[in-house]
């Protein structure tokens, strides 16, 4: 939820910095500093952890008042008890070799499954790149800015949504609901992109800003094209590989006639739909499938897989948005979110209403 919330302030704060004088990016990104200085001045005001005091400092005293805070006395008795009995069984650790092992193989296949294709089926592309896609889509930067607060509210709102559905539903029943719309709606964006058609006219290319791209362009008065492909095929050769360059990245957008309806609603279908499955539930199943030895460890490894297959995937978008053109990048997505739902469907099992040892027996057994 924090996370959510995040996302949609973020967009807020972008679109009323949007209009400022200069180079408004740079506000936009300079502006994080205030909720940065925040949290570090928040920190201090943070208790340490009442384990770590009785198990490394021996400061039971300390650990009573904290918990006490918390709870109450009687809690601070029974909480400091119980972890005066962990440390005396001084139970085993586990370490990173034992995420491998052999028994745990199913359990890894799930975990690092379901963390590959949260982030490959490119969430964080469309978050992060929201008014670059609505641009694309014809949309002014005003406007782009605007709907990229919609995105942000539905993520919001579905996240809730998907909190009221998970113990009622259970987890893999939101996985292949949301995995399967998400498909759809990729499959619609792509649909809207290459249904497309680009006209140059006296209005369109008057808006170009390059004036050594609108004198290359000037032949081409007059002429409209069906497809992004069948464009780029006729404009290449007009101009050297930098303008040409500059055209796919800064100008395609002026002469695009698009569907632009059908493209919000897609990417709103999409991010619904991410939001009441791979979203949370990721996170839900990964903490109730892995042992208690390793858990800690196990969701450390997972994370950080799951945060570098975000980074190569918000890395390469812009590229594939410039080179291979908004309906082939959909298309990628929406074939691996198809990809995910035979997934899901074969290895993710059930774990709603199983204490921690039923999970343990069936993927152990598996």
């Known amino acids: 939820m924090n996370i959510v919330i995040g996302i949609s302030v ?18 936009m990104l300079g502006v994080e500093a ?57 139970e085993e ?8 092992k052999y028994r745990n193989r199913t359990i890894m296949i799930i975990a690092i499954g379901i963390a590959f294709f949260q982030q490959i089926t490119g969430i964080n592309a469309v978050f ?16 782009s800015f605007l709907q990229a607060i919609v995105v942000g509210l539905t993520n919001l709102v579905f996240t809730l949504v998907a909190i009221w ?21 990729l499959l619609m964006a792509a649909f809207a992109f290459n249904s497309a058609t680009y006209d140059f006219n006296e ?56 569907n632009a309806t059908l493209v919000l ?12 499955s791979l979203g949370p539930v990721m996170w839900t199943l990964i903490s109730e499938i892995f042992p208690s030895k390793i858990k800690g460890i ?11 297959v975000s980074f190569s995937v918000t890395q390469v978008f812009p590229w594939e948005l410039s080179n291979l053109g908004p309906t082939v990048t959909f298309a990628l997505y929406a074939l691996l979110s198809f990809c995910a739902i035979f997934f899901v469907h074969k290895f993710v099992i059930e774990t709603k209403g199983r204490t921690l040892e039923e999970v343990q027996e069936i993927l152990i057994r598996k």
Do not use: C, H
Not at 35 to 60: G, M, Q
Not at 165 to 185: E, N, Q, V, W
Not at 265 to 276: D, G
């Open 203 to 258: 209005k369109t290319l008057a808006k170009i800003s390059n004036n050594e791209i609108r004198t290359a362009l000037s032949d081409f008065k007059g002429r409209s094209y069906e497809s992004q492909s069948a464009l780029f095929a006729e404009v290449e050769p007009a101009m050297n590989q930098e303008l040409f360059l500059k055209f796919k990245r800064n100008e395609i957008t002026n002469f695009i006639q698009i």
């Open 298 to 308: 196990a969701i450390s490894a997972v994370g950080f897989f799951n945060s570098l």
């Open 128 to 143: 992060y790149y929201a008014p670059t896609i609505f641009e694309q889509a014809g949309g002014s930067t005003d406007s």
């Open 265 to 276: 609603i897609a990417i709103l279908l999409y991010v619904a739909s991410f939001a009441i």
């Open 34 to 90: 205030i909720p940065a200085a925040i949290y570090f001045l928040a920190l201090f005001t943070v208790p340490r952890s009442p384990r770590w005091l009785i198990r490394k400092l021996n400061e039971v005293k300390l650990a009573r008042k904290i918990l006490a805070k918390i709870g109450g006395e009687e809690y601070a008795e029974v909480t400091i008890a119980e972890i005066q009995r962990g440390i005396s069984a001084k």
């Open 165 to 185: 559905l998970i113990d009622k539903l259970g987890r893999k029943p939101l996985l292949l609901i949301g995995t399967t719309f998400m498909t759809i709606a």
């Open 10 to 27: 973020a967009y807020f704060s972008n679109y009323f910095l949007v209009n400022m004088e200069g180079e408004s990016w740079r506000y």
């Open 93 to 100: 650790k586990g370490t990173l070799a034992d995420l491998f």
